[in-house]
């Protein structure tokens, strides 16, 4: 089992940057896929980001391709979700979430995710 507990979220203004952390409990963390997901009030959870467990393969939504930035440190079991030129249309709850790793694939769908943190909320303002 994995347990997952995000940190870093914040009220920033369009154009900053923050990072956000997502710290993994349990032995087998490097062995999953783990992503980052977002939802905005009166909004469906939507992909942000995923990463294999050897950050090899990476999966990142349109809407965040070249701004946002996901790495893992497997030593510390800990994802990072590196935010830049964020945008109001960003302001969410951020979610990290842990799955069992395909080969090959990166999952984009909230339902092949096994694992999800409480979430962190991220707010810019205009």
């Known amino acids: 089992q994995v347990q997952l507990v995000e940190s870093g979220g914040g009220l920033v203004q369009a154009g900053d940057s923050l990072r956000l952390s997502c710290a993994a409990s349990g032995r087998t963390f490097s062995s999953y896929t783990t992503g980052w997901f977002r939802q905005a009030p009166g909004k469906e959870r939507e992909f942000v980001v995923a990463t294999s467990p050897g950050g090899a393969l990476r999966n990142y939504a349109d809407s965040v391709k070249g701004r946002f930035t996901i790495s893992r440190d497997n030593a510390k079991t800990t994802v990072y979700l590196q935010m830049n030129s964020l945008k109001p249309e960003d302001t969410a709850v951020y979610y990290c979430?842990?799955?069992?790793?395909?080969?090959?694939?990166?999952?984009?769908?909230?339902?092949?995710?096994?694992?999800w943190g409480q979430g962190t909320q991220v707010t810019v303002s205009s």
């Open positions: 979430a842990a799955a069992r790793y395909s080969p090959g694939r990166i999952f984009t769908r909230p339902d092949d995710y096994d694992y």
